[in-house]
């Protein structure tokens, strides 16, 4: 058995292998060998001075087989095996399709929008020319939303499903070996493509199918079970289970659905705003006024407060990041972030949201299941509106926004559509625009200088959650009217984030084979 200890060093002792080889051969009182460790944790302690970096290390001795940092996933060839259609491409549908291999069934992938290559040129297109394309964007297409983030692999949801394996298989597919243990690993949105057509290929290799640029507009029902769906194109699919992970964007999907009879709930979410300040003063903020130097990571933070009964937090802190567009409607203008794997922008933006409650929505009643939809879509056609139409965005400065004070100017942002000067702050919902200025005030008191005029706020972040659940048997995670249907991940409402999704698609693999063998 290798010898488990853990290293308390410097950022720089950290960083260096010797040192850290040295320091495991004082605490073991023996030899170590640089090629016989294995890290196991990696974690920044910088609540105080000075900043330290916890080291989980496994050693081994020299005649000692070393344990393989990822499980070797035994893929089986479905080519001639039942079919499951899969509907979307994000972390949620492709772990499906990933876990079905093991289990010995055909995923068929149904995907509206391209493969990341041309993706990735329909997303420079909105960058440089607000030229959007309401099928191949920053929410749609293959990998979902999650392609161009920041590529975060934490969550806090660790009881529903092994978030290590969706590490693992990351790894497999090109991820860095340091997702294995950094507490807070991420990969990157340069990186994220590769690793997505990886998981494509593995897909395809095994005899699964994919299909990109085919919507799906209907579920074929034969006596109250799924027998398919229905393709835009006019074509259809045959398959006894469907595997819903759509993503919380595909809005059309939540009325395809209500058309056709199939139960949804509305359900609390949160939209607000996302504040990008430089990254040097977050930096300076969380690392006590010290220069970060070459061996600390952009600094991040995750702040949460209580406002008049409502939580006001961070969302997808994007150190070292951009804002980009996250628009799929030609009217409506969204926001979100990301960031390269090495976090070298020098600016640093997050999600300030608030909680909204089924009884903060408007309409709720006259409204059913999809009344949080339109009030998501009221927000997104004011930024919209606000921005002047397209895609640059409105824009209002961070102590401006609080005093509810205009901005004659704004400091300069890594929005790439450009932003213009708009009072957020006065045509915000009441109920969301005072929360965050309270939110923002108790932030500065947590993080001197967060309050801050060279701060930008942006609007709007509304994409943070779904706003309908698709109701699941807990146990079989079937719809509970439908047999057959499997929604998961963030636009069933049951997941969110990367991590989350990807643990979710699994169990509806694992819950499809119990249902169909």
């Not at 440089?128 to 309401?134: A, E, F, K």
């Not at 992970?245 to 709930?265: C, F, K, N, P, W």
């Not at 109920?431 to 993080?447: M, T």
């Not at 079937?478 to 991590?499: K, M, N, R, S, T």
Request: proline share 6%; aromatic share 6%.
């Amino acid at each position: 058995m290798p010898e488990a200890i853990t290293l308390v060093l410097s950022p720089a002792e950290a960083a260096d292998l010797d040192t850290i080889r040295r320091s495991a051969r004082r605490k073991l009182g023996h030899p170590v060998a640089a090629d016989r460790i294995v890290f196991t944790r990696r974690s920044i302690d910088a609540r105080k001075r000075p900043i330290r970096v916890n080291l989980g290390l496994s050693v081994y001795d020299d005649n000692e087989p070393m344990d393989a940092q990822c499980p070797v996933f035994q893929y089986r060839n479905v080519a001639t095996a039942e079919p499951v259609l899969i509907v979307g491409a994000g972390p949620a549908g492709l772990f499906a399709a990933l876990r079905l291999l093991e289990l010995g069934l055909k995923p068929v992938v149904v995907e509206r929008g391209k493969p990341v290559g041309p993706r990735r040129r329909d997303v420079a297109a909105l960058n440089r020319r607000g030229i959007l394309d309401s099928d191949s964007n920053y929410a749609f297409g293959e990998g979902g939303a999650g392609t161009f983030s920041d590529g975060k692999l934490y969550t806090r949801s660790k009881k529903r499903g092994d978030h290590k394996r969706v590490l693992q298989r990351f790894y497999q597919h090109g991820a860095d070996a340091a997702i294995l243990y950094e507490a807070h690993a991420h990969i990157g949105s340069n990186r994220l493509p590769g690793i997505v057509q990886a998981m494509r290929e593995t897909i395809l290799r095994h005899g699964g199918e994919i299909h990109f640029q085919q919507a799906v507009v209907g579920l074929t029902i034969i006596g109250g079970r799924i027998a398919g769906a229905v393709l835009r194109d006019g074509g259809r699919l045959a398959a006894r289970a469907v595997i819903l992970a759509t993503g919380h964007s595909a809005r059309d999907v939540y009325g395809m659905l209500l058309r056709q009879g199939i139960a949804l709930e509305a359900k609390a979410f949160a939209m607000g705003v996302r504040v990008e300040h430089p990254q040097e003063l977050i930096d300076r903020i969380q690392y006590h006024g010290q220069p970060r130097g070459d061996h600390l990571p952009a600094a991040a933070y995750r702040l949460v407060q209580q406002v008049d009964g409502r939580g006001v937090y961070s969302f997808c802190m994007c150190p070292g990041g951009f804002i980009v567009p996250a628009s799929t409607e030609p009217d409506r203008l969204v926001v979100n972030g990301m960031s390269f794997a090495k976090r070298n922008s020098p600016f640093a933006n997050a999600g300030i949201v608030v909680e909204i409650t089924l009884d903060d929505i408007p309409g709720l009643t006259s409204g059913g299941p999809l009344a949080g939809l339109d009030y998501q879509e009221t927000l997104e056609r004011l930024a919209f509106q606000n921005g002047g139409g397209g895609v640059v965005a409105p824009a209002q400065r961070l102590a401006d926004f609080v005093a509810g004070r205009p901005s004659s100017t704004l400091p300069k942002c890594s929005y790439p559509p450009g932003v213009t000067a708009s009072p957020l702050s006065a045509w915000l919902p009441a109920p969301i625009g005072r929360r965050l200025q309270a939110g923002f005030k108790a932030f500065d008191r947590r993080l001197k200088g967060f309050l801050t005029n060279d701060a930008v706020v942006v609007g709007v972040e509304s994409r943070t959650s779904s706003p309908v659940r698709i109701p699941r048997h807990p146990q079989t995670l079937q719809h509970i009217d439908l047999d057959g249907l499997f929604p998961c991940g963030e636009g069933a409402g049951y997941a969110g984030g990367i991590v989350s999704c990807a643990v979710d698609g699994e169990r509806a693999a694992e819950a499809v084979v119990s249902y169909l063998i």
